[in-house]
């Protein structure tokens, strides 16, 4: 049996989650996610060259579906003004809501799907750092893409800067296209919604909605194919990481409890022997107040009831009628 002061650190239990210590986390997680991409705009013309190198790429394989979609789009405006909206909101409005509904309907499996969302978030912000990437949209004209959130800005409340509302273009980095986590954080949503939904519509809506996604940025010319299939790169790789990083801030977590607010030191096992098994001392005579009883003997005025299942002969019992006297006399 392994003495209580030396197991291991896993076998705690995990500790509760609550809201008040979750919503706090999560947006400083994405506090740090939007001030990294903010901090490592790339240089301009190696954003461009990245781009550029992607777009020969892909139609060297045949896998160029911007062109076509971004067309449609910029010709339809049914179509490519819902298309913006799609963009430009649902990335901050259902990914979200997705971790409230985790929360508060599967909280066992909240805090594996919350780690597995932020472990592929910060990869992302590497792959920002890393290869800064224009998009198609701010490549020039000759190449064939229309920033369809500009063409549409009227619509909404975006500027000609991305998403981003209008007058604050600035504040956003433009080259943080490799990997696209719009399709990212769209397919952990579809595999949360795929896996916890349970009904039909759940499963319709878990493969629609990373499916248009990523039909939507490509067609806004917000990012390329190979950007969307990086994406889902990237949150593969966050779901193979995520149970190691669970493993560390549990292991982290009880190394600052140890320090923080040490335990007690734990009885010797000795000790708690002598307290829990009487003495034979003990036995042959047993003392209440100042009148000393020996085994088996009754004391005045007890009811043989009072010796209940498991009680001792010479424990004190309750007070008891004349009649029960008068018996154990």
Request: charged fraction near 15%; include cysteine; proline fraction near 7%.
């Amino acid at each position: 049996m392994p003495r209580p002061d030396t197991a291991r650190p896993e076998t705690t239990a995990p500790t509760r989650l609550r809201w008040w210590t979750e919503l706090p986390l999560i947006l400083l997680v994405y506090a740090c996610y939007s001030a990294g991409r903010l901090l490592v705009r790339g240089n301009e013309s190696t954003a461009v060259d990245h781009g550029l190198a992607i777009l020969r790429f892909e139609k060297s394989l045949w896998l160029n579906a911007e062109h076509p979609l971004n067309r449609l789009f910029t010709r339809e405006p049914w179509i490519g003004i819902p298309a913006d909206f799609w963009y430009a909101s649902l990335h901050y409005l259902v990914t979200p809501a997705i971790l409230i509904w985790l929360f508060r309907s599967h909280a066992v499996r909240y805090r594996a799907a919350r780690t597995w969302l932020m472990t592929s978030t910060f990869i992302g912000l590497i792959g920002f750092t890393l290869l800064p990437t224009c998009p198609p949209r701010l490549l020039a004209a000759g190449h064939g893409f229309v920033d369809t959130m500009a063409q549409y800005s009227s619509y909404g409340w975006w500027g000609g800067q991305a998403s981003a509302p209008r007058g604050l273009g600035g504040m956003t980095n433009q080259y943080a296209a490799m990997p696209s986590l719009h399709v990212g954080w769209s397919l952990w949503c579809g595999v949360m919604l795929w896996r916890f939904g349970g009904t039909r519509t759940t499963k319709v809506l878990a493969v629609a909605y990373p499916l248009i996604t990523t039909i939507v940025v490509m067609g806004t010319a917000n990012h390329y194919f190979l950007d969307a299939a990086a994406g889902a790169a990237v949150m593969g790789l966050g779901l193979l990481l995520a149970p190691l990083v669970i493993r560390n801030a549990n292991r982290a977590r009880v190394w600052i409890t140890a320090r923080v607010a040490p335990v007690a030191p734990v009885a010797s096992v000795a000790s708690v022997a002598s307290v829990e098994t009487p003495s034979r001392g003990a036995e042959a005579s047993i003392v209440s107040g100042e009148c000393q009883t020996a085994p088996r003997e009754r004391i005045p005025r007890q009811r043989e009831s009072d010796f209940g299942p498991g009680a001792e002969p010479g424990a004190a019992p309750a007070d008891a009628g004349d009649g029960a006297a008068a018996a154990a006399r």
